[in-house]
């Protein structure tokens, strides 16, 4: 579970409110879709959720556990996937992977089947020994997902992670959020994808400005559409620029 209460941020000095007064909760069981047009603050509240940014106002617990108060409780409690994957080139898949399962205290009898199960999923075993820097934007993406699960952790916390994944491993890892949803488990991520956030979202919020503008369950959504309205219609409505 996530609780997001009274969140605000800015940056320059107060000019630029991206993230302004949002209060969410995304339950345990849930993947929560996170959408809204470019600039509308979804990676600085997830900066924040994730405790690379500090909140101006409010508070953020994950399971229970303040971000700003016990953070590393806070974040043994997630698994996160940033919007950019460019991380230790001069690594190899293989060493990536176990710096992670280090730094999340990962037992070694564990981890190597977790890694093995996981790099055939996105097809990467046979790319695990090569440096990262070889790899294309897909395969960093992949190999940034393995190493945010390879903890097992309860939540899983996702910036835009469908760019750049081809057909099969954007499958596999909605396959995945679902499956993790399914075991009681928390899901919340970003996406533009309205096709995507139809699919597999239980929940979604749509923001803009900074502000949550519209939330609901999928249903509750759709309640809200008029008669052949597509969401893509009702998304374009509320960001339009006045
Ligand atoms: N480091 C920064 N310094 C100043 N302003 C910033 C900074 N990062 C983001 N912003 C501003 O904050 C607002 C929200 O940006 P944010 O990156 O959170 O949006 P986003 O919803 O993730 O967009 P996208 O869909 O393009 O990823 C934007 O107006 C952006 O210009
Ligand atoms: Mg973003």
């Known amino acids: ?31 929560f879709g996170f959408l809204g047009p470019n600039g509308a603050g979804k990676t600085t509240l997830i900066k ?47 060493e990536y992977l176990n710096f992670m399962a280090d730094v999340y205290m990962v037992p070694p009898e564990t981890r190597l089947d977790l890694m093995q199960t996981l790099l055939k999923r996105f ?4 790319a695990a020994g090569d440096l990262i820097q070889s790899y294309s934007h897909g395969m960093k993406q992949k190999i940034v997902v393995i190493g945010a699960l390879l903890h097992n952790p309860p939540v899983w916390i996702l910036d835009e992670p469908m760019t750049g994944l081809d057909p099969r491993s954007s499958f596999d890892l909605k396959e995945m959020m679902r499956e993790h949803a399914d075991t009681g488990k928390t899901v919340f991520f970003s996406t533009h994808v309205l096709d995507v956030a139809e699919k597999v979202c239980d929940r979604v919020a749509i923001i803009n400005k900074g502000k949550v503008i519209l939330g609901g369950s999928m249903q509750e959504i759709h309640e809200h559409l008029r008669e052949n309205q597509s969401l893509e219609n009702l998304f374009l409505e509320l960001t339009e620029n006045e």
């Not at 000019?15 to 909760?25: G, P, Q």
């Not at 690379?52 to 806070?74: F, M, Q, S, V, Y």
């Open 123 to 126: 097809e990467m075993a046979a």
């Open 1 to 31: 579970m996530i609780e997001i209460i009274g969140v605000s941020k800015s940056y320059n000095s107060g000019t630029v409110k991206a993230v302004d007064n949002v209060n969410l909760t995304i339950r345990n069981g849930e993947i």
């Open 48 to 94: 924040m959720i994730t405790g690379i940014l500090n909140a101006d106002e409010g508070t953020i617990k994950i399971n229970g556990k303040d971000i700003r108060k016990n953070p590393i409780e806070a974040k043994m409690q997630f698994g996160f996937v940033p919007d950019d994957p460019n991380i230790f080139a001069r690594l190899t898949g293989l």
